[in-house]
């Protein structure tokens, strides 16, 4: 007789039979409709996932609804289960799935320490802000400070991590990849700073470490008063 054993409920959901064209930020969209969702870990070469939530609430909500009524991505109704893993982690080494994306080179430029991400953002259709950035990359590691600017015509952040492997695990991930789907398309490399400067906390950059910052500097908030004063008195 085969014994069938059953997985204890989980923060962390096995989901299978992902459609092809399928990547993170549409699974991300579809399972936050259940919950807060902490990490997602996509296996495209298997069509699997692991999605983390922030409590087993969400999760078992996202379970139930999926036996109750067939859970739709694409042409594809997905198979969901509690994982057996608790947490989903990033890999201390560089061995996953793949190895590095497109062979891309994890080599860290001189002066840096590998924790830092300079992010390029190709055939922008959609706004690049910090809290995107952080959607993306949070499941890669912990996440420290963003910085979003724009130099010379192009969308670029600068993205810090607590530990270099979670940085190179990003690399590996996301080199090559879009945000959304055919558009806001994601080259990364490694930086050379050793540690990146956040004054404010704000769409545009943002300190994690430090969430008590100032939203705003009190000399623009000044100086954009005295815009909205002139400009109400030219109009008058």
Not at 35 to 63: P, Y
């Amino acid at each position: 007789m085969t014994e069938f054993s059953v997985l204890a409920p989980s923060k962390v959901l096995h989901i299978r039979n992902l459609p092809e064209e399928c990547n993170e930020m549409d699974l991300r969209t579809m399972s936050s409709q259940f919950g807060e969702v902490h990490r997602v870990l996509l296996m495209s070469r298997k069509h699997q996932a692991l999605v983390e939530f922030n409590s087993l609430e969400d999760s078992a909500r996202m379970l139930e609804s999926s036996e109750a009524s067939p859970i739709r991505l694409g042409t594809r109704v997905l198979v969901a289960q509690y994982s057996n893993k608790p947490e989903i982690s990033a890999p201390e080494n560089r061995d996953g799935e793949g190895g590095s994306r497109q062979g891309y080179p994890l080599q860290i430029p001189p002066g840096g320490d590998g924790r830092i991400l300079l992010v390029t953002v190709t055939n922008v259709v959609y706004p690049v802000s910090v809290d995107i950035m952080h959607k993306v990359f949070q499941v890669c590691g912990n996440i420290q400070k963003i910085v979003t600017f724009n130099k010379q015509g192009k969308v670029q952040a600068l993205v810090q991590f607590e530990a270099p492997h979670e940085a190179g695990w990003a690399i590996e991930r996301f080199q090559g990849m879009n945000i959304y789907s055919g558009c806001n398309t994601l080259q990364i490399q490694f930086s050379n700073l050793t540690d990146v400067t956040v004054k404010y906390n704000n769409e545009r950059s943002f300190d994690f470490t430090n969430p008590s910052l100032p939203a705003l500097n009190p000399n623009d908030a000044l100086l954009d008063r005295h815009h909205h004063n002139m400009a109400g008195f030219v109009a008058s």
